[in-house]
């Protein structure tokens, strides 16, 4: 066989339909957030505002995080050192694990090199081990939620999307003392949505089943201390797992879970993501910790975040621009063609110095190809005039779809 003609097919087929994926070459410039320099393909730079960054609070540039980063790399060093068993286990990871444990009010918390890693290990432990256990998981659920039940080999059964009665319907089917777990997410990050979680719950108990949400689109932007919707609706109590990542709202990186001290003392000794990889460097962990601190802290971050999501979807609204309906923080735009969706982010970029990632498949499904825009407490409205100026004339020159 021709290795290397197949792998140039594959990408082929990816290019004729029009979602070959290009990174864009960025520099992030701290203390400028969201501005960056961006390296096009010819080599030249320029300097360019972020539209999609999950950085949505702008805390990777927070000094009180890029403080607390240089500190520990001078006391400890670069990395970490080892496994969490064999050496890599550093103070700063124990003080970060006390302070998740106290964002979500639980008994603990286990920290993972992502939150892919925390979902992938969590579930894939969990579901393997809990005798013949169900898992039920909600239709638009991330894919490392997806691929840590297909590795525990679990029974799996999908519900409708946020839909109550058929997750009820479905865990009806099985007999009460059948051990169950239901998996679904807070915020759904690609429309926008929120999920009724304490009617997901209610279900949850009724069937005495065990909850996994996962609050990757939440945690430091829900709730009065950054808790995550489940604290905003006053249901973190009821969750069996909370799962969310360092990486998005906190601007660092890294995955956890949190829930009682049992749970978490399993997923330590028997998750094979968490025992066989090294882990966080120190750093990390307490840029991380410093970051969760400060947004317990400043809600007020929280509202200006809030406040900038909703004038962007109502000025983009006012002119016409088809904006999903999301009830979140971020702003999915419907283009509905993923060559048309890619070249009005190219025209984006190029002609306007904005940049907004297109969202093709397998992404979002085929049709509903958009592109995702995540306003932030740091985007002024000076960079909105921009932007609504840059998108009414991609969308005229283009002939994209308008609001309905
Ligand atoms: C990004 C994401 C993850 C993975 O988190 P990382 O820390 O980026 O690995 C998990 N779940 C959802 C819903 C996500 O969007």
Known sequence: MDYQAFFEDKIGALRTEGRYRVFADLERKAGAFPRARFHDADGKVREITVWCSN?????????MVIDAMHEALDRCGAGAGGTRNISGTNHYHVLLEQ?????????????????WMANMTALSTVCALVPDCLVVSDAKNHNSMIEGIRHSKAEKRIFKHNDVADLDAILGQYPKDRAKLVAFESVYSMDGNISPIKEILDVCEKHNAMSFLDEVHAVGMYGHRGGGVAERDGQMHRVTIIQGTLAKAFGVVGGYIAGTAALCDFVRSYGAGFIFSSSLP??????????????????????RHQERAATLKRRLTE????????????VPVFVGDPVLCKQASDMLMAEHDIYV???????VDRGTERLRFTPTPLHTDADMDHLLAAIKD???????????
């Open 394 to 404: 991609v969308w005229s020159r283009l002939g994209l779809k308008q609001a309905a």
């Open 282 to 303: 120190p750093a990390v962990a307490a840029g991380a910790r410093a970051s969760i601190a400060f947004l317990k802290e400043h809600n007020e971050l929280r509202e």
């Open 99 to 115: 302070e998740l444990a106290d964002l979500h009010q639980t008994e603990s918390a286990l920290l993972l090199g992502s939150g």
């Open 55 to 63: 950085d949505y609070m702008g805390m990777g540039q927070n000094q």
């Open 357 to 363: 990632q297109p969202i093709n498949y397998p992404t």
């Open 319 to 330: 002119a016409g621009i088809p904006v999903l309906p999301s009830v979140s923080h971020i």
